[in-house]
């Protein structure tokens, strides 16, 4: 599935920024740095926020995830001068004061606007989203941050909660497929499903690194996969087994199951929790294999590591049908059953 098409399910400037936040290229993470604090400044109903206050709030953002994980591949070369290099350098005493630093600060102020700000709105293929949410204006210390209506609508829109998770999960992935081993793992061999906590975890470390719910509500555009209604925060939500989990545990009993493994991510989709619990061990819809092919399609089009569980479970759950596509593969389910 291309951008357009992910954008044409739901032409809105939703449908943009999740192109920016989901699919967008991440050799670091300045994006969701950049995302984070346009939500924060455009919930306050700010027009125009002066560049040095917004790049304090972006600068303390990625400082806070230093201290957890690597925001750019382990192995990637940078200079003294790099802007991650002063974070680095300066994250101590940023995170001790809770302010940055004036030399963090200022490598923000400089880099910046010529850097992720340049970048945000482009996708792979040198394409842009459709809707923009920001603009430089004014030169020198009175430069500001412009946020367009889009983004003032969407940050204090019911979906705003939703956004902000999307965007911390794929944060998480990315600079967990950062971290030295780890990230090679992670672009190996995809991701593990934890069941106890509904989280999804790196292979090697068995370490939580983001919800099921998080990570690819938004390649469902926030809907829920049964009702196709939105998940809102005030909903309580599940992870539904689009193909039920039983069949595997009904087949088992007569012989073999030798379809895919029900319990792995292509087969998983945030729902609302009495959809759920109503549709129970039945078998899924035409609607809802419809939604389950576009939204695996779409986690296609994402970088890794999401992509890469996906690409082992097409190829590899059934080797025999050779599946080309999501649809192909769901057919191949259905005659296996």
Not at 34 to 42: I, N, P, R, V, W
Not at 90 to 117: F, I, K
Request: hydrophobic content about 40%; charged content about 20%.
């Amino acid at each position: 599935m291309s951008g357009r098409e992910f954008y044409t399910q739901d032409a809105s400037a939703r449908a943009s920024w999740r192109l920016a936040v989901l699919m967008g290229a991440n050799s670091r993470t300045y994006k969701f740095a950049l995302g984070q604090t346009l939500l924060e400044f455009g919930q306050t109903g700010r027009e125009g926020v002066p560049v040095t206050e917004f790049a304090a709030a972006y600068s303390l953002s990625l400082v806070h995830h230093l201290a957890r994980d690597p925001q750019a591949p382990y192995a990637q070369e940078r200079s003294e001068k790099d802007f991650l290099t002063v974070a680095e350098q300066e994250s101590a005493a940023t995170l001790e004061s809770g302010r940055p630093t004036e030399r963090l600060l200022a490598a923000a102020v400089h880099s910046m606007p010529t850097m992720v700000m340049q970048k945000f709105h482009n996708l792979r293929g040198d394409t842009a989203v459709p809707h923009t949410f920001y603009e430089l204006a004014g030169r020198g210390a009175q430069r500001m941050v412009r946020l367009t209506p889009d983004l003032l609508k969407l940050a204090q829109s019911p979906h705003a909660t939703g956004l902000t998770a999307e965007l911390e999960a794929r944060w998480s992935i990315v600079e967990s497929s950062f971290a030295a081993g780890v990230g090679r793992s992670l672009l190996e061999e995809g991701v593990a499903i934890d069941w106890d906590t509904l989280k999804i975890t790196d292979k090697r470390r068995r370490r939580s690194v983001t919800g099921i719910i998080e990570a690819t509500a938004g390649f469902q555009h926030g809907h829920c996969l049964i009702c196709g209604d939105v998940l809102t925060p005030s909903d309580a939500t599940a992870v539904d087994h689009v193909f039920p989990y039983s069949l595997m545990r009904r087949f088992a009993g007569v012989g073999a199951w030798h379809g895919p493994d029900l319990d792995a991510l292509w087969n998983l989709a945030p729902a609302h929790a009495t959809c759920n619990g109503a549709k129970s061990d039945r078998l899924p819809t035409q609607r809802e294999l419809a939604g389950l092919a576009a939204r695996n399609e779409a986690i296609m089009n994402s970088p890794h590591p999401l992509r890469r569980t996906l690409q082992i479970s097409l190829k590899s759950a059934l080797p025999r049908q050779g599946a080309a596509s999501w649809v192909q593969f769901l057919q191949a389910v259905q005659a296996a059953i």
